[in-house]
Nanobody, 127 residues
């Protein structure tokens, strides 16, 4: 099982950009489908984006489609979330998650379909 550590969060003005990274330790990272989720204060954790093991398939929440891009570098055991045109409503703790089961687009947004989670990184967007 991999261990996940997020980085890259911070404070940014609305309209700005940030790139989050999630570094995985342990073997067989390339066997994992990966996802990003976020949780705003007082709200449930929600799906942001997901990517399959090879990077050939990605999915996004409607709220971030066209602004965020998920990618991965299996040689570096790292998955990224490039966030552009940030809005105040993007303010949240962002979590990286991974799972070894197959990638099914119909259910990839479900929290229970990810077995391993990072500790989260705070993203704050000021208006």
């Amino acid at each position: 099982q991999v261990h996940l550590v997020e980085s890259g969060g911070g404070l940014v003005q609305a309209g700005g950009s940030l790139r989050l990274s999630c570094a995985a330790s342990g073997r067989a990272f390339s066997n994992y489908r990966m996802g990003w989720f976020r949780q705003a204060p007082g709200k449930d954790r929600e799906f942001v984006a997901a990517i399959n093991w090879s990077g050939s398939t990605t999915d996004y929440a409607d709220s971030v489609k066209g602004r965020f891009t998920i990618s991965r570098d299996n040689a570096k055991n790292t998955v990224y979330l490039q966030m552009n045109s940030l809005k105040s409503e993007d303010t949240a703790v962002y979590y990286c998650a991974g799972d070894r089961r197959p990638y099914y687009r119909a259910s990839v947004y479900l929290l229970q379909n990810f077995e391993t989670w990072g500790q989260g990184t705070q993203v704050t967007v000021s208006s």
